[in-house]
T-cell receptor, first 113, second 111 residues
């Protein structure tokens, strides 16, 4: 039984660099979500895919952020020209079309120096 | 404007006693709620959920109560165990099926 996986688990980068994170959802889940969590807060929605279609993006997702899910399976989240304020835990979750419960991966912790 | 609020940032309970974690919401259109447990450096783990057509859902030591008129839900853990020490998040499913989270309550269960 494989859950949601994310890679890498940790990323340290310098301000201005680009980073890319990967999420592999549970295999039969066609809905995939990205959230961001900062210290002392709950996760905040970033974007959502149904199969390969990106259906919604939060206003938190500036033009430096882009997400893809090219074949409706894994997804990538790229941050260009990182800023210190991008430091956070980036969480991926997935669900089936028939249930509302989302299952989360372990997250990618990003530190921008 | 926080639509889901957890007003207690922390809670400390003796092992074996009941832990009660509270959550309030403002949007009366929310009709499905979930509780997640989170350990440091890990993703949230689903615990229990409740639909607005129910006022109670139970799973082992965990029970969630929903009071729609008060826009309030609570998670009861009985008996509390030291392994329950974690941050607990309440979340509501919005109209586009994304989760709206509260800010969490850190539970410490003392041996």
């Amino acid at each position: 039984d494989t859950g949601v996986s994310q890679d890498p688990r940790h990323k340290i980068t310098k301000r201005g660099q680009n980073v890319t994170f990967r999420c592999d959802p549970i295999s039969e889940h066609n809905r995939l979500y990205w959230y961001r969590q900062t210290l002392g807060q709950g996760p905040e929605f970033l974007t959502y895919f149904q199969n390969e279609a990106q259906l919604e993006k939060s206003r938190l997702l500036s033009d430096r952020f882009s997400a893809e899910r090219p074949k409706g399976s894994f997804s990538t989240l790229e941050i260009q020209r990182t800023e210190q304020g991008d430091s956070a835990m980036y969480l991926c979750a997935s669900r089936t079309a028939y249930q509302e419960t989302q299952y989360f991966g372990p997250g990618t912790r990003l530190l921008v120096l | 404007d926080q639509q889901v609020k957890q007003n207690s940032p922390s809670l400390s309970v003796q092992e074996g006693r009941i832990s009660i974690l509270n959550c309030d919401y403002t949007n009366s259109m929310f009709d499905y709620f979930l509780w997640y447990k989170k350990y440091p450096a890990e993703g949230p783990t689903f615990l229990i959920s409740i639909s607005s057509i129910k006022d109670k859902n139970e799973d082992g030591r965990f029970t969630v109560f929903l009071n729609k008129s008060a826009k309030h839900l609570s998670l009861h853990i009985v008996p509390s165990q030291p392994g329950d020490s974690a941050v607990y998040f309440c979340a509501a499913v919005d109209s586009s099926y994304k989760l709206i989270f509260g800010s969490g309550t850190r539970l410490l269960v003392r041996p």
